[in-house]
């Protein structure tokens, strides 16, 4: 099984949450967002620098910044991994 965040990912592609790798108040937050393990996640767009990333989660549209997506890993789907 090959692991990514979710920052490694760009418009188009669909992401598993496996796990969320933060504690505290951050890691409350993005559960409460939706992004829960197994979830599943649509990249939607990304700003011109390339921070904040639009994505599609529980059927909301949530942006968020390099710093709380590199802490959230999972898989790719439609690549080599299995969906």
């Known amino acids: 099984m090959n692991h990514h965040t979710l920052f490694d990912t ?3 592609d669909r ?12 890691r409350r937050r993005l559960l409460d967002l939706g992004f829960i393990p197994g979830a599943l996640v649509e990249v939607l767009y990304q700003s011109p620098l390339g921070d904040p ?4 989660v529980s059927q909301s ?19 080599e991994t299995n969906e």
């Open 61 to 79: 549209t949530i942006a968020l910044r390099k710093e709380e997506s590199q802490k959230i890993w999972g898989e790719k789907l439609g690549d």
């Open 15 to 26: 992401f598993r949450i496996r796990e969320i790798r933060v504690e505290g108040v951050l």
């Open 53 to 56: 990333v639009a994505y599609r």
């Open 10 to 12: 760009k418009p188009g």
